[in-house]
Antibody, heavy 120, light 106 residues
Framework: VQLVESGGGLIQPGGSLRLSCAAS????????MSWVRQAPGKGLEWVSGISWSSGTTYYADSVKGRFIISRDNSKNTLYLQMKSLRAEDTAIYFC??????????????WGQGTTVTVSS | DIQMTQSPSSLSASVGDRVTITCRAS??????LNWYQQKPGKAPQLLIYDESNLQFGVPSRFSGSGSETDFTLTISGLQPEDFATYYCQQSFSSPYNFGQGTKLEI
């Protein structure tokens, strides 16, 4: 099972970016997925999650209203659309697979991360 | 929101030691508590899920216990590869917050 993130980069404050996470080796459609970020030198911050069916989405207060999580199960791909980006959104963004259909379970598979830098 | 508080924030130990890291939730979370290990430059790795269940492939020297709000991760017989940062995370309700981390150093 492998998760590979892409889409990170340098973006100006106020800009938008879409991250992708491609799953291989297992059908991620049977599991909930989340995005977790880590600012430079800081701890882990859970950002957003989505149930296996895409019926329910969840967000941290820090990104609510600015980020949208979605998935395309036919492509085995998870997305994070980010808008109104701020300097404090600068971080490595990891996608992770939960070990259940909903997010009330540990995250047992992680990608290697993609770096987002918000700076002018 | 449920806040997770880990202690200590850093810990010095030696190979062969038994160490305990604690995690406190700001409200009851039943057994919805997970532990992760992260090494520098790497993604986190799930060690323990649902308070006390060892993830497949994780050595048995790792164990977890707890009761509703107070949880512990114990490593019995530290190995050189165990020196890393450890995080607890609650999966009871959104937002699924992590603790601030415990850095385990030699």
């Amino acid at each position: 099972v492998q998760l590979v993130e892409s889409g990170g980069g340098l973006i100006q404050p106020g800009g938008s970016l879409r991250l992708s996470c491609a799953a291989s080796g297992v059908s991620s459609s049977n599991y909930a997925m989340s995005w977790v970020r880590q600012a430079p030198g800081k701890g882990l911050e859970w950002v957003s999650g989505i149930s296996w069916s895409s019926g329910t989405t969840y967000y941290a207060d820090s990104v609510k209203g600015r980020f949208i999580i979605s998935r395309d199960n036919s492509k085995n791909t998870l997305y994070l659309q980010m808008k109104s980006l701020r300097a404090e959104d600068t971080a490595i963004y990891f996608c992770a697979k939960h070990n259940a259909v909903g997010p009330r379970a540990g995250m047992d598979v992680w990608g290697q991360g993609t770096t987002v830098t918000v700076s002018s | 929101d449920i806040q997770m508080t880990q202690s200590p924030s850093s810990l010095s130990a030696s190979v062969g030691d038994r160490v305990t890291i604690t995690c406190r939730a700001s409200q009851r979370i039943s057994t919805y508590l997970n532990w992760y290990q992260q090494k520098p430059g790497k993604a986190p790795q799930l060690l323990i899920y649902d308070e006390s269940n060892l993830q497949f492939g994780v050595p048995s020297r790792f164990s977890g216990s707890g009761s509703e709000t107070d949880f512990t991760l114990t490593i019995s017989g530290l190995q050189p590869e165990d020196f890393a940062t450890y995080y607890c995370q609650q999966s009871f309700s959104s937002p699924y917050n992590f603790g601030q981390g415990t850095k385990l150093e030699i």
